[in-house]
T-cell receptor
Framework: DVKVTQSSRYLVKRTGEKVFLECVQD?????MFWYRQDPGLGLRLIYFSYDVKMKEKGDIPEGYSVSREKKERFSLILESASTNQTSMYLC????????????FGQGTRLTVV | AQSVTQLDSQVPVFEEAPVELRCNYS??????LFWYVQYPNQGLQLLLKYLSGSTLVKGINGFEAEFNKSQTSFHLRKPSVHISDTAEYFC???????????FGAGTILRVKS
């Protein structure tokens, strides 16, 4: 069965901390994505990657960076967490082929205090 | 860039009644459309997708959607809802050659007994 696994379901971090959100997929997918989900705003794309070591900015990259050293793993990094980064973070993956669906992880609810 | 508008933030409906969740997208030469569902405390899963061909698309759990190119719409319907359909529903359109999804703000479907 297809699986995208996010390392934590819930995280509480302090303002100014460096935060790592990890995502692993077992489907050998080329594309991986990080979205942020906020009520009334839907899902907004932070960063995506279409190959190892490749990354592209999404719609809201400010305050975030990413790392993809291996095909199956895509990390989201908050360099210095702030309270306005309190949100649900969703990781997804898809194949490199056109028009295929994205598979999502369960999400990480991050609270920055 | 593509954009998606979900016209209703919340839709309350009684069990066994029909429901329609509305979605409009910005025009493009070629469009690929998706509906995802998110049950409480879970990630997103694909309900159905339109890539080409028949404009009426059937998905899981008895849902269907109709692609209307002239009205740039992709409304989701179910003839008779169940309590278990209570969830948030997201319409999405592909961008960047079909690999990157742009999401609407979501519609919360509340099914009442």
């Amino acid at each position: 069965d297809v699986k995208v696994t996010q390392s934590s379901r819930y995280l509480v971090k302090r303002t100014g901390e460096k935060v790592f959100l990890e995502c692993v997929q077992d489907m050998d997918h080329e594309n991986m994505f990080w979205y942020r989900q906020d009520p009334g705003l839907g899902l907004r794309l932070i960063y995506f990657s279409y190959d190892v070591k490749m990354k592209e900015k999404g719609d809201i990259p400010e305050g975030y960076s990413v790392s993809r050293e291996k095909k199956e793993r895509f990390s989201l990094i908050l360099e210095s967490a702030s309270t306005n980064q309190t949100s649900m973070y969703l990781c997804a993956s898809s194949t490199g082929a056109l028009n295929t669906e994205a598979f999502f992880g369960q999400g990480t609810r991050l609270t920055v205090v | 860039a593509q954009s998606v508008t979900q016209l209703d933030s919340q839709v309350p409906v009684f069990e066994e009644a029909p429901v329609e969740l509305r979605c409009n997208y910005s025009s493009s030469v070629s469009v690929y459309l998706f509906w995802y569902v998110q049950y409480p405390n879970q990630g997103l899963q694909l309900l159905l997708k339109y890539l080409s061909g028949s404009t009426l698309v059937k998905g899981i759990n008895g849902f269907e959607a109709e692609f209307n190119k002239s009205q740039t719409s992709f409304h989701l319907r179910k003839p008779s809802v169940h309590i278990s359909d209570t969830a948030e529903y997201f319409c999405a359109v592909s961008d960047w050659g079909g690999n990157k999804l742009v999401f609407g703000a979501g519609t919360i479907l509340r099914v009442k007994s």
